[in-house]
């Protein structure tokens, strides 16, 4: 009997577990953590870990993963149907409804049952708003997003999944971070989580079916260690992804002079909440405000093992260099290119730590980080306009949404983003 059979054949029981990667329970009898806990709850009344009930919740869903989803890919994706049949009927209910189609194997109708069902506290105003501000964030969104994973990559249970599957690593980098942000793109567009037939709903469909497909593949590869690091994709990493798409950007890139409020980033979470939804995330404990969000993300900070090695090496360097100019391109087009590498490389210097980044080859960000410094004022004075001035938060948006497609039309250079679970582990 392998791990990943014993996990599953164990997934009820009434048991708590940590991977042994994730230290959280020694590391909060540290001296350091205690002293440290202890002084910002006496000056701020404020306590940065979690109680002890939600953070068993947290380390018990490293161990879990998406069943209904699970057992689709199992029986339909990787069954008799096979991927190319699967996708296509995928894609015809995605579009047109699962009742369009003849036949429906049990494990897909009960995958749309779940998927089609708005649970009831869905709040389609808050969803929009939120969907709203990653509009207005533009490509700042994907730089934010792509610059802060960089620091998770030093834990091998985010890095060896990764590796393993060899989207972010090397040369397929950037066509896989591309991808992400279409996914960004399309689950942000105007109704797009709550319109059914959307494309931000297949989009989301899409990626958690490949998720699935990834988890099972890695969870039954010998590199991969069970008891180390949970399960691979786990509930509590996947919520990891959602805060650092909400709280994680509302908070940091005031430093650059993006205005996000308290109440937006409130929004920001219940948007997250539902495309994490989508996407098949089921949490013990769902921390649902900026403080239970905020102790979740210190949570995985005092438990880190720093064990990814040369794997996440490898995901750390190839990030800013996967947006190096390219061989044979001149002229305007390796001028952007060469752009988008120097400010994607400072951004990657801003939201990693120091001690963190000295430890990798990354490139040099003097004299480049001058660009944010002086674009603050500028992005500053945009948004008090947009806050305080009628009428100019809607045209903002609409040249916010036009650049981020045309970004990311000009990266691809006529490719479409795929999506595709079928592909093989690359080792």
């Not at 410094?373 to 945009?382: D, E």
Request: charged residues 25%; glycine residues 8%; neutral net charge.
């Amino acid at each position: 009997m392998t791990d990943i059979d014993t996990l599953e054949q164990s997934t009820d029981a009434p048991i708590d577990r940590c991977p042994t990667a994730f230290p959280y329970w020694q590391a909060i009898e540290k001296p350091g953590i205690k002293r440290a806990r202890r002084i910002v709850r006496r000056l701020t009344g404020f306590d940065f870990l979690p109680t002890d009930e939600q953070a068993r919740a947290l380390c018990n869903d490293l161990f879990s993963g998406d069943p209904t989803a699970e057992r689709f890919v199992d029986e339909v994706y990787h069954g008799e149907l096979g991927p190319k049949k699967t996708r296509e009927l995928l894609d015809k209910a995605l579009t047109d409804g699962i009742d369009s189609l003849d036949e429906v194997p049990d494990a897909m109708k009960a995958l749309f049952e779940e998927f089609e069902t708005v649970p009831d506290w869905v709040q389609p105003e808050l969803v929009e708003e939120g969907a709203a501000i990653w509009r207005r964030w533009g490509t700042m969104l994907f730089s934010f997003a792509g610059a802060e994973t960089l620091e998770i990559y030093t834990e091998a249970a985010v890095a060896t999944p990764l590796s393993l599957a060899g989207g972010y690593a090397g040369d397929n980098a950037l066509r896989r971070f591309l991808e992400t942000c279409r996914f960004w793109i399309d689950v942000s567009e105007p109704g797009a989580l709550l319109t059914p037939g959307s494309k931000g709903r297949a989009t989301a469909l899409k990626v958690r079916v490949m998720h699935v497909s990834v988890r099972s593949r890695v969870a039954k590869h010998p590199e991969w260690d069970i008891a180390k690091w949970g399960l691979p994709i786990s509930q509590t990493y996947m919520l990891l992804t959602l805060i650092a798409g909400s709280v994680t950007p509302g908070l940091a890139l005031w430093v650059l002079g993006y205005h996000t409020t308290p109440r937006e980033i409130r929004a920001l979470i219940h948007f997250q909440k539902y495309m994490g939804y989508l996407l098949g995330v089921r949490m013990q404990w769902y921390p649902e405000t900026l403080g239970d969000s905020v102790r979740t993300l210190m949570t995985t900070v005092v438990s880190r093992s720093y064990d990814s090695g040369e794997h996440g090496k490898e995901l750390i360097e190839s990030y800013p260099q996967a947006f190096a100019p390219r061989d044979g391109h001149r002229g305007l087009k390796r001028l952007h290119e060469y752009y988008n590498f120097r400010i994607n490389s400072v951004y990657s210097a801003m939201f990693m730590a120091p001690g963190t980044r000295r430890k990798y080859s990354l490139p040099k960000v003097i004299p480049w980080m001058i660009i944010p410094i002086a674009r603050f004022p500028l992005i500053t004075a945009m948004e008090l306009a947009r806050r305080f001035v009628p009428g100019v938060a809607g045209v903002h948006e609409k040249i916010m949404v036009w650049h981020r497609e045309n970004w990311y039309r000009a990266q691809m250079e006529g490719r479409e983003a795929q999506f595709d679970a079928s592909g093989a582990l690359r080792r």
